[in-house]
Nanobody
Framework: VQLQASGGGWVQAGGSLRLACVAS????????IGWFRQAPGSEREGISS????????MYVNSVKGRFTVSIDNAKNTVYLQMNSLKPEDTAIYYC?????????????????WGQGTLVTVSS
């Protein structure tokens, strides 16, 4: 199992970015992809997740209405569309896979992790 996150960059406050997480090596569709972020000096925070099997989603309150997670099954890719970005969204963003199929944003439940992609939002 491999996860490859990309799409980070620099953006001004109010702008948008779309992150992508390409998944490979999975032999089941009953898993969950989660998005997490970690700002300097802060704990890793779960921000969103999506069930590959049924498309159900979860969001942390701080990103509801601004971020949208989606799947492109043909490309084995999960996207995180981030709109109305704020300086406090600045962090390294990670995607991860939870292999029991339980939709969650609890990092301790995730089994595989991709490398991070840096998002910087300037004020």
């Amino acid at each position: 199992v491999q996860l490859q996150a990309s799409g980070g960059g620099w953006v001004q406050a109010g702008g948008s970015l779309r992150l992508a997480c390409v998944a490979s090596g999975f032999t089941t569709s009953d898993y969950v992809i989660g998005w997490f972020r970690q700002a300097p000096g802060s704990e890793r925070e779960g921000i969103s997740s999506i069930s590959i099997s049924d498309g159900s989603t979860m969001y942390v309150n701080s990103v509801k209405g601004r971020f949208t997670v989606s799947i492109d099954n043909a490309k084995n890719t999960v996207y995180l569309q981030m709109n109305s970005l704020k300086p406090e969204d600045t962090a390294i963003y990670y995607c991860a896979a939870e292999m029991d199929g339980w939709n969650t944003i609890d990092a301790s439940e995730f089994d595989y992790w991709g490398q991070g992609t840096l998002v910087t939002v300037s004020s």
